[in-house]
């Protein structure tokens, strides 16, 4: 298969611009971004690319260098190096990577993940102590139970530190055996002063994560690729439901999945402009929730 790489016109960043300009912000808080070793990226990318040509073509195919630069000039003042393990043994690996990007990048949060093994209480807490701000967990990948004995410290410490946690629990894009919002709900209950991310919004349970927001004051949703053409066609977002993002608007935060999404990263921008929920909602979602809950 050809690899195109994309390249952003002057026209592209001045649209994401024209977005948030208008609003007075001082720029974009993405919160759900990916930054990893090229090697773990490159399959990530393989994954996608060998689902068939034109199915999920990644668009920001740049190096690193190139990706960290366009998300600047998008205005992006604060985005994340979401990263995740699928065995054991990686994480530990994966957390140093991810501090030494944070350290190079002033404007990545220093981002941090574990896996469910006996060392995983150990080397999370170190990765708070190092001053990680944000952790992925990602239940489909990772294929784990959230309520895994060895992961009941790690949502403790996470709980305790108030540093939040970026959860794909979810059934989108792929069921797998612990997404959905039931195993995470335990989790919640377990531990309620977690702070929790919902990746996707829940795509495709939303209301249901819907809910576990409104029953838990640390459960916040991000965005990522929700509202978009490419989700709509495949898990549309019920209409119904609209008015409960408008309620919870201190807990709606911008996620692209940037690079790894098949559009232009404006597109997410108007589709959330798109709901019509106000430049108050989009104030907060863009830039102000992301702002209090990392203290930026």
Same mark, same amino acid.
């Given at each position: 298969?050809? $690899?195109?790489?994309? &390249?952003?016109?002057? !026209?592209?960043?001045?649209?994401?611009?024209?977005?948030?300009?208008?609003?007075? =912000?001082?720029?974009?808080?993405?919160?759900?971004?990916?930054?990893?070793?090229?090697?773990v990226l490159g399959k990530?990318?393989?994954?996608?690319d060998a689902l068939g040509e034109g199915v999920w073509?990644?668009?920001? $195919?740049?190096?690193? &260098?190139?990706?960290? !630069?366009?998300?600047?000039?998008f205005g992006v003042v604060r985005y994340t190096?979401? =990263?995740?393990?699928?065995?054991?043994?990686?994480a530990e690996w994966l957390n140093g990577w991810a501090a030494e990007f944070a350290a190079a990048h002033d404007d990545c949060l220093h981002s941090a993940t574990f896996y469910p093994e006996p060392e995983a209480e150990r080397y999370v807490a170190g990765a708070i102590s190092s001053g990680a701000r944000?952790?992925?967990?990602?239940?489909?990948?990772?294929?784990y139970d959230p309520r895994d004995p060895l992961l009941d410290g790690v949502w403790g410490a996470l709980a305790?530190?108030?540093?939040?946690?970026?959860?794909?629990?979810?059934?989108?894009?792929?069921?797998?055996?612990?997404?959905?919002p039931g195993p995470f709900g335990?989790?919640?209950?377990?531990?309620?002063?977690?702070?929790?991310?919902?990746?996707h919004a829940g795509t495709p349970e939303y209301t249901d994560f819907l809910d576990l927001a409104e029953r838990h004051e640390g459960v916040h949703l991000d965005t990522t690729m929700v509202f978009t053409d490419f989700t709509e066609r495949m898990a549309p977002f019920p209409p119904e439901e609209v008015p409960r993002l408008k309620a919870l608007e201190d807990r709606i935060?911008?996620?692209?999945?940037?690079?790894?999404?098949?559009?232009?990263?404006?597109?997410?921008l108007r589709s959330l402009a798109a709901l019509g929920l106000g430049d108050g909602w989009m104030r907060s979602v863009l830039y102000g929730n992301g702002a209090r809950l990392f203290s930026v």
């Open positions: 298969m050809a $690899r195109v790489t994309y &390249a952003a016109s002057p !026209d592209e960043i001045a649209d994401v611009r024209a977005i948030w300009e208008p609003l007075g =912000l001082p720029g974009l808080i993405d919160v759900h971004t990916h930054f990893m070793p090229q090697r990530v990318w393989a994954y996608f073509p990644i668009t920001y $195919r740049q190096d690193e &260098a190139e990706r960290v !630069d366009l998300l600047r000039r190096s979401l =990263l995740y393990p699928h065995k054991p043994g990686m944000v952790f992925k967990a990602h239940l489909q990948v990772g294929g305790d530190s108030g540093v939040p946690a970026v959860v794909h629990c979810g059934s989108g894009p792929l069921e797998g055996p612990f997404t959905g335990e989790v919640l209950r377990a531990h309620p002063g977690l702070k929790a991310v919902i990746a935060l911008l996620g692209s999945d940037f690079p790894n999404i098949p559009y232009p990263y404006a597109h997410q």
